[in-house]
């Protein structure tokens, strides 16, 4: 794939697919901490028992939500290192805005 401008159409594509994937988990993750806190909450209050437990299948969704995009996220974030690697090769993407970007969103993905 030494194609330079298909390299560089799928450093942003695959970029951009970490990007997303990387806000989505983090929202996940900031969603099951707030209902977690709801929950703590109704207990606190004594609310009926089905609201509780209504609270609890909600967190287990989103903790479900954040275990499958982090996965997702993980695979997603290793082709892109292949393709960083791959293009990281080629000279004329050594400064390329489609790298720079690939890269943070590596870091992004990271974090």
């Given at each position: 794939m030494s194609d330079i401008p298909a390299i560089r159409r799928q450093?942003?594509?695959q970029a951009g697919g970490v990007a997303r994937l990387a806000k989505e988990n983090g929202l996940y993750r900031k969603e099951a901490d707030q209902l977690k806190l709801k929950r703590d909450k109704l207990v606190v209050e004594d609310a009926?028992?089905?609201d509780v437990k209504n609270a609890t299948r909600m967190i287990e969704e989103s903790e479900k939500m954040v275990i499958d995009t982090a996965t997702r996220l993980g695979k997603?974030?290793?082709v892109l290192s292949d393709l960083v690697?791959?293009?990281?090769?080629e000279?004329?993407?050594?400064e390329d805005p489609a790298l720079v970007k690939a890269k943070e969103a590596l870091e992004a993905a990271k974090a």
């Open positions: 450093l942003k594509i009926e028992s089905w997603a974030a290793d690697v791959l293009a990281e090769k000279s004329e993407l050594a």
